[in-house]
């Protein structure tokens, strides 16, 4: 492996992204950084663009692995031509929060009207519930059939905000419960749980009028900052209203960063 030294640092919204090093491999490279965020969690994605004067490079959402504690890395295709110049684009980092919102799905209507309804009954309440971080919320989908109610979720985003600003960022949600239940295991390596944590955003906790808490099926994204999650039948029949909050929201910090640096004899 070589190494090409940046030692750059990104200034943003109070917290820095601190580039060290990019270790050059034959089937990938590895961009290092550091960075600890004052508050909240640093997530597990990292949009970036990498060049260099001997090949257009990529633009796309690279996965954030953790090297150790404070210390990050992505994984990123290999060169094909060894670089005199390399420019490095940081253009959004996700981070996990503390915000959630809530809305509550009438569950007492089920019965009615699914029964004789072979596609489905699908709502479009339009309901506004929430502006978190320059975004606005929206219950936008309610498909009650045969498998249960499934609920969608939309952002309206920023437009021609200056960067750096902050929005929410859709994808798929995870279970609250099962977040609970890792964070509570005592036995568990607080390395591993640490790595865990930034994978968990957007957590879907459903509790009826009688306290059970949901059950829970399919789950995903969709087109336009949407995400969406089925509340199972037998679970929905039990109950005449569900309120569901979801907790930790995934956001992003749009910036543009560029630097280009230029990569010296000694480092071929």
Known sequence: ???IKINESVNFLDDTIAFDYIEVGTTENRLFFRYEPKKDKLADMMNVTIRTDKEKGWERDFV??????????????PFHE????????LNSVRLVGENDFSFTIDASKYDEVVNGEDAGHTEKPEEKLATIKNTDVYLDELVYDES??????????????????????SRSPEIYEIYKEIIEETDRDPHEK???????????????????E???????????????????REFVEDSEEI??????????????????IDVHE???
């Open 1 to 3: 492996m070589k190494e």
């Open 64 to 77: 954030i692995e953790q090297a150790e504690e404070g210390t990050y890395f992505i994984t990123t295709p």
């Open 82 to 89: 060894w670089p005199s110049k390399l420019n490095i684009q």
């Open 148 to 169: 249960g109610i499934y609920f969608m979720i939309r952002y309206e985003l920023p437009q021609n905000e200056k960067r750096p600003y902050v929005q929410l960022a």
């Open 194 to 212: 640490g790595m865990l944590e930034r994978h968990f955003g957007n957590l879907v906790q459903a509790v009826n009028e009688k306290g059970e």
């Open 214 to 232: 949901g059950s829970y099926g399919s789950r995903g994204g969709g087109p336009g900052s949407r995400y969406g999650l089925l509340l199972e």
């Open 243 to 260: 309120n569901v909050t979801i907790h930790k929201l995934f956001y992003e910090v749009v910036l543009h960063w560029e630097k280009t």
């Open 266 to 268: 000694s480092e071929h």
